[in-house]
């Protein structure tokens, strides 16, 4: 078998069951993309190392997955944990292939039925509730804080894998002589977040995945 590459964007199908053979819920998951034949291999393990280590730190809740593309970091969230009643994949080009990872997925786990909705949406237009938790693999550039901005007004729980950095901006020139643009624009992010009253917690998805690794996710404190 030819070297898998976990980044690539080439799309998986059935020629790939065979790599997914074991009965986690990883590889199950997987297994049904596969059957969706249109997701981008590299979607699948973003989504995956996201979703999980939010779910280590945030329970329950609506999950409201923004700039959601296929809608899949919202059905591991609730295939994680099944206490979150419900979940909305909102991105404003919503794929016509979203549906066909959805049904897969409804394939295998009937739970699901009802419980996952898309809207056709700005990150801005969704109502959001302190029982919400937020997340995000992947808002380009100031899209990130606008999700940020969106879930700290209202106190909601939140994680992001943030891309496409301004590094033109005053946040990414602040520290350019000490660190890395990016870097720089989400340690600021960190900040202010905590100048809001939010515990913070920084961590990096597996290597290998993306370029852009750093995720962010925080909740009010106390």
Known sequence: M???SLNARGRLTDYDLDRFPDDTLFHRIARAVCHAGCLPRKELYEAWEVARRTRRLFRGGRVVDLAAGHGLLAHMMLLLDDSSPCGIAVDPQLPASGMKVHEALLAVWPRLAGRVTFSSASATAIDLEAEDVVVSSHGCGSLTDVILDRASSVGAKVAVLPCCHDLDSVDGKKFASWMDGSLAIDVERAH???ERGYRVWTQTIAE??????RLLLAAPAG
């Open 2 to 4: 030819e070297t898998f």
């Open 192 to 194: 202010r977040l905590e």
């Open 208 to 213: 290998g995945i993306t370029a852009k690794a």
